[in-house]
Structures are given as C-alpha cells and as structure tokens.
C-alpha cells in the first residue's frame, strides 16, 4: 500500500488530535483535580494548625520516600542512619614538633590523629598540624603565612635508600603586618622533616616545593 503525501499528512494530524484530546482529558483534567485538591486539603485549608500538621506529614513523608530511594539504589541498610562510632582503635598519638617564636627552638608536643591507609594523607595531616602551631601557646608568627599543600608524593628511590616525601603547595603572601621571624622559615622545614621522619620511620628525605620548583622560598624575611 503507497501512501501519498497527503494521507500521511491527514494521518498525522489526526493523531496530534488524538493527542491532545487525550492530554486534555485525561492528563490536564487529572492535574488539575489533583491541584485543586492539595490547594483545597493543605494550602487553602481553614484551619491553621492542622494546616501545618498536614504539610509537616507531607514533606516528612517526602523525605523518608527519598531516603528508601537513595537506599535501594545504593544497596545500603534502611536502619543504618547514622555513621559508625569511632574506635580509639582507629587513632594513634603522634610527635608534633613546633618551630618557636625565637628561630631557633622547637618545641614537642603529643597529638592524636586517624590511622589513615596511606603515607600521603598521615604526612599531609602532620604537615598542616606544624603549620598551625601549638595548642597551648600562640606561635603562629612562627608561620607567617597561610601555606596550602597541592600534592603530597610519598615514594620510594630504591628499597636502600629509603622513601622520600614530597609536599607541593601554593604560592602564599605574608599576612597583613606580620613581620617574619628571622630564621623561621628554615626552623618550620627543620621542625616539619622531623615530625615526618619521626611517625612515619620509612621516609627519610622531606621535600618542600612551591608549586613543582623545588628550593624555591615559601616567605621572605
């Protein structure tokens, strides 16, 4: 059977017809009923508290529908809520050695901190605990700048010679009318190699760049 131009034309028109009548009778009307009927039960309902009992149990139930869904589609328990406890097995006390205030001295202090499974994110935690000083006194001048790390590398050159940890930050300015501390910046390296080389006796060269040059200097004096 050929059909011509026009048939198919007439057939399609009918059907876009049929479309909309059926949109206009049943999907509309059925839209619309249901509008009226939420505007009427919740949001033009005469009386105020049980207006607003009526929409807490509509969006409550809302959320709980959409907890059941994030639970079915990642295959996680209904009941587990809340994140596990942490175990005291999964914490490990640390030596945190801080540059002082005179450039000269360090000072020593015990810290607890998450086992981590790697290298990289235990150095990049003692990394930001020397930079943020001591818990007791104030020695942030010692540390004259806000220093963010970009990348930590832990690796090894060969299996004599030990790993050797990299740390790559940004460039950082000096805080607004701090003046730098003479010495500081070689007593924070100083104080930070030997934090590292302490809790993690497999490193045995720290490394400091300043976004991938190394020896570059991270404040001047």
Not at 15 to 38: G, H, I, P, Y
């Amino acid at each position: 059977m050929k059909f011509s131009s026009a048939s198919i034309k007439a057939k399609a028109a009918a059907l876009k017809q049929k479309a909309f009548f059926l949109f206009n009778t049943q999907v509309k009307a059925r839209v619309f009923r249901l509008a009226d009927k939420v505007r009427t039960e919740l949001i033009d309902f005469p009386d105020g508290k049980e207006r607003t009992r009526r929409l807490i149990v509509l969006f409550a139930s809302l959320f709980i529908l959409d907890y059941l869904m994030y639970c079915f589609h990642t295959d996680k328990n209904i009941a587990d809520i809340f994140p596990d406890i942490p175990s005291l097995d999964h914490q490990k006390q640390v030596s945190v050695y801080i540059p002082g205030l005179d450039g000269t001295s360090i000072s020593h202090e015990r810290r607890s901190i998450p086992v981590y499974d790697n290298d990289e994110q235990t150095a990049r935690i003692l990394f930001e605990m020397v930079t943020q000083g001591s818990r007791y006194d104030n020695t942030s001048l010692a540390v004259p700048v806000d220093l963010f790390v970009r990348k930590v590398w832990v690796y090894a050159k060969s299996r004599s010679a030990g790993k050797v940890c990299v740390f790559d930050i940004e460039p950082a300015e000096l805080r607004p009318d701090i003046g730098p501390i003479k010495n500081s910046e070689s007593l924070f390296k100083s104080a930070l190699e030997k934090t590292i080389k302490e809790n993690i006796p497999s490193i045995k060269t720290v490394m400091v760049l300043e976004k991938g040059v190394p020896g570059a200097p991270l404040w001047e004096f």
